[in-house]
């Protein structure tokens, strides 16, 4: 029925995603950040963007995670992190619970699942490349600028003023 | 060895053969005749006789992962180039290396270590993670070994390639800061950490020259994928150091310093810190994150600067493909090597600033001039 | 399907079987006396006192944040790089340029408070 590969990869998001949420040692929240980068990369490659996976893996888990590991371990200052699991986690296991009933229903009843998907080649560089700058110029320049803008800022607020 | 150290090995294999041997037999006797042999013969059987006809046919997956290119034919390789290294640094230094394994000049010399290694007491730090410090070297050396799945000797012998394998390889190579900082925060040292931390930042800012500088090579190329790389040199009838020299010696440096090697070693800094951000490993562990893993990356590393910059596995006929790509890629190694005997070690700060500043700017430089040589030129 | 990237894995996962062995056989074999000397973390040979000093190389930090926005900068480089032939270069390369340019500034800026050693 489904693809056992899809299923594996889902599974492997699901689990790292709640593994690293609900770690009690923060290092190993960032360490499961890291492997859930990776398996959303193995989700693009299913989906035929072997491209968008490779920048998944190069830059969520090559810079991202890198940083806020780098983060957790230098400013945590007690290894255990001890959140009371209050009320509030049941009523967010039964929200969440029934919108995954509500749109597996959806899917069900509208014959979305039985869809074929357009026959597609990978998506590599060449065609991305050709739509980036062809369509996007303007936006990929913005993007630049929006990127410097951040650097200078997050560069600017880190310092320690003098005086 | 002493008395009571034979007689606890004694003890310890005996428990361990109790707990694997009688728990198979209790359980195993009965599901064997109950459930009319269901594993051996339809499962097992074929796949061990699928298994041994694929080990010995060179064009299947198995032979190329497990023997060659792969696994097997890399560990012997790294074997003998730790030796080389060691010799070459040593008759550089006007000593003799290592010379009593083995009946000539030391040769078995990597093997004698990794036995002695194996029978070393791993040493876990008070206060360590355990999951994550004695989890490092396995995965320093998967991401290691993954590497290799990259890099083509030849047409016929690659594993693996695709339109974008120069990415996967730079995206594999990203791993290593976050490896190197776990090992470093799970030895619970503090020196260790600002091994880590140093390795950190070097890894960090030696990585975005390497990627920049093989830009310009993109841009000749037109493809990510390394097999299209040397078919191009092919066509063009020049290695790319030539038209890009400025790539190849930023690559070069770059490559040395994501290595950790001299003189970018300030991470392990063996006479400051010890040995930086693996000091607290003892034994097996040691030689996995501090002579396996890397030098299995300089056979990577090495093996795509020859494929990128020196034309992979081209050359004249009489030597096969094969063994032109081995020979180009020893050729780097023991350059690489050679940097070892001679240079000083840089600082942090120099180090750094190196990285963000020369290396960067020349890596940009080579990109314009690319783009002037491919208006020149016309390359398609 | 898309592009089988099962080598890879396949490579991955045979290293990380034939790696196990090695870690097996010590965990069999070597002995394990645990002292308390060897259990404690090693500083060369003198007792183990006070936190790391990790506040020197906090001046580095720029270098961390600049690194994450390059590397997004140089994948979308790449994707220009791989499609350079097939754009018209007259349009393409004032765009890039353009993108290249508007990133010095952040980069001359962050150098230049990485050295300034006092601002940390």
């Given at each position: 029925m489904v693809d056992p590969a899809f299923l594996l990869v889902s599974g492997l998001v699901v689990a790292t995603s709640i593994l690293a949420i609900e770690s009690r040692q923060l290092v190993y929240g960032a360490v499961n950040l890291a492997l859930m980068f990776l398996a959303v990369a193995g989700m693009f490659i299913l989906l035929d963007a072997p491209f968008i996976a490779m920048f998944q893996i190069f830059v969520n888990v090559g810079a991202v995670a890198i940083l806020v590991l780098f983060t957790v371990m230098l400013v945590s200052t007690e290894r255990w992190a001890r959140v009371p699991r209050g009320r509030e986690f049941w009523a967010a296991l039964g929200t969440s619970g029934l919108t995954v009933l509500a749109l597996v229903s959806i899917v069900a009843r509208t014959g979305l699942a039985d869809v074929p998907p357009p026959p597609a080649a990978p998506t590599v560089g060449p065609e991305i490349g050709v739509v980036m700058l062809g369509n996007y110029g303007v936006a990929l320049v913005l993007l630049g600028i929006l990127l410097a803008a951040s650097v200078i800022g997050a560069v600017a607020l880190a310092k320690v003023e003098k005086g | 060895m002493a008395v009571?150290?034979?007689?606890?090995?004694?003890?310890?294999?005996?428990?361990?053969s109790f707990w694997l041997l009688v728990p198979i037999t209790l359980f195993g006797i009965p599901a064997y005749y109950a459930l009319e042999r269901p594993i051996i013969q339809p499962y097992v059987l074929p796949f061990l006789t699928r298994l041994m006809s694929e080990l010995m046919d060179p064009a299947s997956l198995t032979f190329k992962v497990i023997l060659y290119p792969g696994f097997t034919f890399v560990v012997i390789y790294a074997a003998f180039l730790v030796l080389i290294e060691r010799k070459l640094a040593a008759k550089v230094q006007l000593r003799v290396g290592p010379q009593y394994a083995g009946r000539y000049e030391g040769v078995l010399q990597s093997f004698a270590d990794m036995f002695k290694a194996l029978s070393k007491e791993v040493i876990v730090p008070a206060g360590a993670d355990r999951l994550i410090f004695l989890s490092a070297p396995i995965i320093s050396m998967v991401v290691a070994g993954t590497l290799l799945a990259v890099v083509p000797p030849s047409p016929q012998s690659l594993i693996f390639d695709s339109p974008v394998s120069l990415l996967l390889f730079f995206s594999v190579i990203s791993f290593s800061p976050l490896v190197i900082l776990l090992a470093a925060w799970s030895s619970n040292n503090k020196f260790t950490l600002v091994g880590g931390l140093r390795a950190l930042h070097q890894l960090v800012s030696y990585e975005i020259p390497m990627v920049v500088s093989t830009l310009g090579l993109a841009l000749l190329v037109g493809s990510?994928?390394?097999?299209?790389?040397?078919?191009?040199?092919e066509r063009l009838g020049l290695p790319f150091l030539l038209l890009q020299p400025l790539a190849a010696l930023t690559f070069y440096i770059t490559m040395v310093a994501e290595l950790e090697r001299i003189p970018f070693d300030i991470p392990e800094a063996d006479s400051e810190i010890?040995?930086?951000?693996?000091?607290?490993?003892?034994?097996?562990n040691h030689l996995l994150l501090y002579g396996g893993a890397p030098v299995i990356k300089l056979y990577a590393f090495s093996g795509l600067f020859t494929t990128l910059f020196l034309g992979g596995w081209l050359g004249p006929p009489p030597i096969?493909?094969?063994l032109w790509f081995h020979l180009k890629t020893f050729l780097v190694i023991l350059s690489v090597q050679a940097l070892r005997a001679?240079?000083?070690?840089?600082?942090?700060?120099?180090?750094?600033?190196?990285?963000?500043g020369t290396l960067l700017m020349l890596a940009l430089i080579n990109l314009a001039l690319t783009i002037l040589l491919m208006g020149a030129i016309q390359v398609v | 399907m898309a592009l089988d990237f099962t080598p890879v894995l396949l490579m991955a996962g045979f290293v990380f079987v034939a790696v196990l062995p090695l870690i097996l056989i010590p965990a069999i074999f070597a002995p394990r006396r645990p002292t308390p000397i060897k259990l404690a973390p090693f500083e060369c040979g003198q007792p183990p006192s006070g936190t790391?000093?990790?506040?020197?190389l906090m001046q580095y930090y720029p270098y961390l944040l600049l690194y994450v926005v390059l590397d997004v900068i140089s994948i979308f480089l790449f994707a220009w790089a791989v499609s350079f032939s097939l754009l018209p270069a007259q349009a393409s390369l004032p765009l890039v340029a353009g993108f290249i340019l508007v990133l010095l500034p952040p980069l001359g800026y962050t150098l230049l408070m990485a050295r300034r050693r006092e601002l940390w």
């Amino acid at each position: 029925m489904v693809d056992p590969a899809f299923l594996l990869v889902s599974g492997l998001v699901v689990a790292t995603s709640i593994l690293a949420i609900e770690s009690r040692q923060l290092v190993y929240g960032a360490v499961n950040l890291a492997l859930m980068f990776l398996a959303v990369a193995g989700m693009f490659i299913l989906l035929d963007a072997p491209f968008i996976a490779m920048f998944q893996i190069f830059v969520n888990v090559g810079a991202v995670a890198i940083l806020v590991l780098f983060t957790v371990m230098l400013v945590s200052t007690e290894r255990w992190a001890r959140v009371p699991r209050g009320r509030e986690f049941w009523a967010a296991l039964g929200t969440s619970g029934l919108t995954v009933l509500a749109l597996v229903s959806i899917v069900a009843r509208t014959g979305l699942a039985d869809v074929p998907p357009p026959p597609a080649a990978p998506t590599v560089g060449p065609e991305i490349g050709v739509v980036m700058l062809g369509n996007y110029g303007v936006a990929l320049v913005l993007l630049g600028i929006l990127l410097a803008a951040s650097v200078i800022g997050a560069v600017a607020l880190a310092k320690v003023e003098k005086g | 060895m002493a008395v009571t150290d034979i007689w606890q090995m004694i003890k310890r294999l005996a428990e361990l053969s109790f707990w694997l041997l009688v728990p198979i037999t209790l359980f195993g006797i009965p599901a064997y005749y109950a459930l009319e042999r269901p594993i051996i013969q339809p499962y097992v059987l074929p796949f061990l006789t699928r298994l041994m006809s694929e080990l010995m046919d060179p064009a299947s997956l198995t032979f190329k992962v497990i023997l060659y290119p792969g696994f097997t034919f890399v560990v012997i390789y790294a074997a003998f180039l730790v030796l080389i290294e060691r010799k070459l640094a040593a008759k550089v230094q006007l000593r003799v290396g290592p010379q009593y394994a083995g009946r000539y000049e030391g040769v078995l010399q990597s093997f004698a270590d990794m036995f002695k290694a194996l029978s070393k007491e791993v040493i876990v730090p008070a206060g360590a993670d355990r999951l994550i410090f004695l989890s490092a070297p396995i995965i320093s050396m998967v991401v290691a070994g993954t590497l290799l799945a990259v890099v083509p000797p030849s047409p016929q012998s690659l594993i693996f390639d695709s339109p974008v394998s120069l990415l996967l390889f730079f995206s594999v190579i990203s791993f290593s800061p976050l490896v190197i900082l776990l090992a470093a925060w799970s030895s619970n040292n503090k020196f260790t950490l600002v091994g880590g931390l140093r390795a950190l930042h070097q890894l960090v800012s030696y990585e975005i020259p390497m990627v920049v500088s093989t830009l310009g090579l993109a841009l000749l190329v037109g493809s990510l994928s390394l097999v299209d790389v040397v078919r191009v040199q092919e066509r063009l009838g020049l290695p790319f150091l030539l038209l890009q020299p400025l790539a190849a010696l930023t690559f070069y440096i770059t490559m040395v310093a994501e290595l950790e090697r001299i003189p970018f070693d300030i991470p392990e800094a063996d006479s400051e810190i010890v040995a930086g951000w693996v000091t607290e490993y003892s034994g097996v562990n040691h030689l996995l994150l501090y002579g396996g893993a890397p030098v299995i990356k300089l056979y990577a590393f090495s093996g795509l600067f020859t494929t990128l910059f020196l034309g992979g596995w081209l050359g004249p006929p009489p030597i096969p493909p094969d063994l032109w790509f081995h020979l180009k890629t020893f050729l780097v190694i023991l350059s690489v090597q050679a940097l070892r005997a001679i240079y000083p070690r840089y600082r942090i700060d120099q180090l750094l600033r190196i990285g963000w500043g020369t290396l960067l700017m020349l890596a940009l430089i080579n990109l314009a001039l690319t783009i002037l040589l491919m208006g020149a030129i016309q390359v398609v | 399907m898309a592009l089988d990237f099962t080598p890879v894995l396949l490579m991955a996962g045979f290293v990380f079987v034939a790696v196990l062995p090695l870690i097996l056989i010590p965990a069999i074999f070597a002995p394990r006396r645990p002292t308390p000397i060897k259990l404690a973390p090693f500083e060369c040979g003198q007792p183990p006192s006070g936190t790391a000093r990790v506040h020197l190389l906090m001046q580095y930090y720029p270098y961390l944040l600049l690194y994450v926005v390059l590397d997004v900068i140089s994948i979308f480089l790449f994707a220009w790089a791989v499609s350079f032939s097939l754009l018209p270069a007259q349009a393409s390369l004032p765009l890039v340029a353009g993108f290249i340019l508007v990133l010095l500034p952040p980069l001359g800026y962050t150098l230049l408070m990485a050295r300034r050693r006092e601002l940390w």
